[in-house]
């Protein structure tokens, strides 16, 4: 297996992060009146951001594993109940903190057998 940089990943998470965005301005534009400029601002920003995440990803799987690259995309679950709780002041169970604590793990597990078994 081929051994992925410290900023490749760094990269990818960032950019996973901003993918994750998408679905704020998802549910703000759900809120707005159709076609208003609220709901034009939000889709637009959606558009965006789905745009940048494509040229991104590309980046991103030329340089790692595709393999590796799609057990990282689960992390947009931790990011989504983060966006909830920050953003949109929703709550948070005892069971969706350890789902995101199973995601987070599998992940680190993911990296680990990626490096060969070295630290991430």
Not at 65 to 83: C, D, E, K, Q
Not at 88 to 93: A, C, L, P, R, W
């Amino acid at each position: 297996m081929t051994k992925t940089s410290p900023k490749t990943l760094l990269f990818l998470h960032l950019l996973l992060m901003m993918y994750s965005c998408e679905g704020i301005l998802s549910k703000l534009a759900a809120g707005q009146e159709f076609l208003s400029p609220g709901f034009i601002l939000c889709y637009g920003g959606v558009i965006a951001i789905l745009g940048l995440y494509a040229i991104g990803w590309q980046q991103a799987i030329k340089r790692m594993p595709l393999t590796s690259a799609y057990a990282n995309r689960a992390i947009t679950v931790v990011w989504g109940v983060i966006w909830g709780i920050v953003v949109f002041h929703e709550g948070v169970s005892l069971l969706q903190l350890l789902g995101c604590a199973l995601v987070v793990a599998g992940v680190a597990l993911f990296a680990t057998a990626d490096t060969g078994g070295e630290a991430a």
